[in-house]
């Protein structure tokens, strides 16, 4: 189920299928954004959040360049640079024995770019 739960998400990326995003998501996932002082809880308020992340990412030459993967737990490394901003980060993803996500924690360096994706991600969220 590791690889399974994994690949699926990268599919889910690949396609920008909210569909799919929602079916590997338990009801009650939670989402931890680096940029909100509370974790988002419930499947509707995650597919949100991710959705528009993977509208404002898909602007951008967002790449994957490293994963550690341990039984239900993954963490995959990201790079993307945003207007001439060099922004890396990390996915913190763990997954029930169904291979379905419980809980979705980013965390990202530079302060800059978490400011840059804070401004972009609220102005995507508003037009969704």
Known sequence: MTIN???RW????ETADMKALGDLLVDDAVFHSPVMHTPQVGKNL??????AAFL???????KYVREIISG???????EVEMDGLYING????????EGLITDFKVMLRPLKGIHLIQEKMLAQLKGS
């Open 5 to 7: 739960t994994i690949e």
């Open 46 to 51: 995650v597919v949100q959040y991710l959705g």
């Open 56 to 62: 404002m990412f898909s602007q951008y030459p967002f």
């Open 72 to 78: 239900n737990e993954a963490v995959l490394e990201f």
């Open 10 to 13: 990268h599919h889910i990326l």
């Open 90 to 97: 990390v996915d913190i993803i763990t997954w029930n024995d």
